[in-house]
């Protein structure tokens, strides 16, 4: 029987094979360094996915995740892929009971940046913004009813032993934010709440957008945006140096924050679960019992389907 690759099955779990490839990847670069553990624990990641066929409300058949094994390593592509899918549910998930409660509430999205510190700072930049961030929710000109923060960290292509670290803020702001008389910030004046609460003489880059409330498409992409993981992959495989000392800089970090009245809807807690993601599907009941099982062939960079061990000893005594 010819082989069956799982994204000719199933197309829309092709991202499956793209980070599990860029996990290969990455723990090569962590064989043999201080972080060989990592290296252990990646090699085993996902290296099986078993799906059951779900039916949506319109009876459409697809495949669900039933169980795997994950590492949890920070920077493992595949982990850092669900637990973004993982975030953004939840937020999807709490976002009904946010605008029920706040129906007028409009959001905006913040991003903030310092000057480009050395990779080697960057564990100490990082306290320093934080706690520049909490200076500015104590300011009372800080307009936001609560606020999610994630942080994310680039390479500086123009310099190297350089990094580029920011902050996405998604912040909730009371509708009359927008009007005359509502507090409304303008970019000049972000940027000198965020200078003044660095304490730098320069002028940090800030940009900000608002986020148009009738169009949920806006507000699922800066969602998505706030909480997508904070280093990407492919800068972290063409730069083994910069991967290594930023592994150590971002130990113990945090990456995501939440405040002010949304903390009563989303937990900043790293979610455990990597294999439950998406509500709608999750409540969808089986419709077959057989379970489909799936094993990651390093070679040719897919996962294969394999065949379950009933059938294969069938075969054999046949
Ligand atoms: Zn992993």
């Avoid at 829309?12 to 723990?27: E, F, V, Y």
Wanted: charged share 30%; net charge positive.
């Amino acid at each position: 029987m010819k082989d069956l690759y799982l994204s000719d099955i199933s197309p829309k779990d092709k991202p499956w094979d793209k980070k599990r490839a860029q996990t290969d990847l990455i723990q090569e670069i962590y064989r043999n360094t201080e972080f060989h553990p990592k290296f252990e624990q990646m090699s085993g990641c996902g290296q099986e996915l078993v799906f059951a066929l779900v039916a949506d409300d319109l009876g459409e058949v697809s495949f669900k995740l039933q169980s795997a094994r994950f590492c949890r390593v920070r920077h493992c592509p595949q982990c850092q892929w669900r637990r973004s899918l993982k975030l953004v549910g939840r937020f999807l998930k709490a976002l009904p009971n946010i605008q029920g409660d706040y129906p007028t509430a409009r959001f905006i999205f913040l991003t903030l940046t310092v000057k480009n510190p050395r990779t080697e700072d960057l564990r100490e930049t990082l306290e320093w913004m934080n706690k520049a961030w909490t200076r500015v929710t104590q300011r009372k000109q800080f307009p936001a009813l609560g606020w999610i923060k994630s942080v994310e960290v680039t390479c500086s292509k123009s310099e190297p032993g350089m990094s580029h670290p920011h902050f996405h803020v998604l912040i909730m702001v009371p509708a009359g934010y927008f009007g005359s008389a509502g507090g409304y910030l303008s970019q000049d004046k972000w940027v000198e709440l965020w200078r003044k609460s660095l304490r730098v003489e320069y002028q940090p880059s800030v940009h900000v957008r608002s986020v148009k409330p009738k169009k949920g498409s806006e507000m699922s992409a800066a969602i998505v945006e706030t909480l997508k993981y904070g280093v990407k992959p492919e800068e972290a495989i063409n730069d083994p140096l910069w991967l290594l000392e930023l592994t150590r800089q971002l130990h113990n970090t945090r990456a995501i924050a939440v405040g002010g009245v949304l903390r009563r809807y989303l937990s900043e807690e790293e979610p455990q679960d990597l294999i439950n993601i998406n509500e709608q599907e999750d409540e969808a009941e089986p419709v077959t019992e057989e379970k489909f099982k799936f094993g990651w062939r390093q070679q040719v960079k897919r996962y294969v389907y394999k065949k379950p061990v009933e059938q294969l000893e069938q075969e054999t005594n046949s």
